[in-house]
C-alpha cells in the first residue's frame, strides 16, 4: 500500500505529489458484476486522472467511500467546478457518486505492452 498524501487545494501541485503512470496503457473502472464500467486512457487531457485513480488503487485497494472522498480532495479546485457543472469532470462525478452513497468499484490497472 502506498502511504496518502495530505492534498492542498490546488490539483497541479497535488499532482507532482503521486506515483508516475509511466508504463500504464489505462486504468478500467469495474462495477460489481464484472461489467467494465468505464476506462481511463494515458492520453493528453486523461492523464490527471489516470494518475488519481492509479494512487486511489494503491492507497485504498478499491474505490469505495473513503477512497472517492480522498480523491475528491486531491483533485483540488477540480472538484467544486464538478459540483457546478455535472457531466463536466466525469472522473470526478464518479468520486462523488462514490462519496455519496454509491457502490464501491475495483480499479485494475492494465500495463502498456512493450
Known amino acids: 500500500m502506498t502511504e496518502t498524501i495530505q492534498p492542498g487545494p490546488s490539483f497541479k501541485d497535488n499532482l507532482v ?3 508516475s503512470i509511466d508504463g500504464l ?6 462495477a ?12 493528453p487531457g486523461k492523464q490527471g486522472s489516470l494518475a488519481v485513480y492509479r494512487y486511489l ?3 485504498f485497494g478499491e474505490l469505495n467511500a473513503q477512497a472517492a472522498g480522498h480523491g475528491l480532495a486531491v483533485f ?9 457543472r455535472p ?8 468520486l462523488l457518486e ?9 480499479i485494475v490497472v492494465v500495463p502498456a505492452e512493450d
Open 17 to 19: 505529489l503521486l506515483p
Open 25 to 30: 496503457a489505462r486504468i478500467d473502472i469495474v
Open 32 to 43: 460489481g458484476d464484472g461489467r467494465v464500467a468505464a476506462s481511463i486512457e494515458n492520453q
Open 87 to 94: 457531466g463536466a469532470h466525469p472522473n470526478i462525478d464518479r
Open 98 to 106: 462514490i462519496a455519496n452513497g454509491g457502490e464501491a468499484l475495483s
Open 57 to 59: 488503487k494503491l492507497c
Open 76 to 84: 483540488g479546485e477540480h472538484t467544486p467546478d464538478a459540483i457546478a
